[in-house]
């Protein structure tokens, strides 16, 4: 948890060479205050709430925190010097469909959901777990349908079919069904 706390500061300080218009900042100084506390939560709960301690529950967390450092890692890669942790449409700004972005539209966001999940199941902390759910992760649902607004008006039909091929955050697979034939 603590590599997980100094790996946060550090990709706060972290963002793109260009800069570019930014809304909803108010989204992510909320986001931030909800991750210190649930992060926060998670530490309180861990020491001072007396329950048994399931090791299953603080390994899954640790692979999803894993996990998510790699996505997160993966999507500031290719967007490069598009990276922000702002909803920021740039003058330049291109389309980017590349590494994982082939397969989900908001890789960047999957990593802080699946690391808000992690954090608490390390910690065995139910309670911050349950407040990652109520209150973190609508309020990213609600960051990712402003950006993707923001995206459909720079990009237009372009965007809007990628929205069609490609899911936001869980990546869609094509089932290919297999008729029968007759023998």
Known sequence: MVAAAIWRVWDFRK??????????????????????????GTVIEFFFVPRPFYYSAALLGV????????????????????WSL?????????????????????????S????????PLIGNAWWSLGAALV??????????????????ARFGDTYRAYQQEVGALIPRFPIHRMKRGVD
């Not at 994982?100 to 999957?110: C, F, I, Q």
């Open 112 to 119: 802080f959901l699946l690391e808000i999940i992690a954090i």
């Open 86 to 110: 702002h909803i920021e449409i740039r003058t330049e700004h291109v389309f980017v469909r590349q590494g994982l972005y082939r397969y989900v539209r908001h890789p960047a966001y999957l």
């Open 15 to 40: 963002r793109g060479s260009e800069q570019g218009r930014v809304s909803m900042m108010w989204s992510f100084y909320a986001l931030v205050a909800l991750g210190c506390a649930v992060f926060g």
């Open 63 to 82: 692979a999803l925190l894993i996990v998510a450092g790699v996505i997160r890692m993966a999507a500031i890669r290719t967007l490069g010097r598009f």
């Open 135 to 152: 209150g973190y992760v609508p309020l990213l649902l609600l960051r990712l349908r402003q950006e993707e607004a923001a995206l459909v």
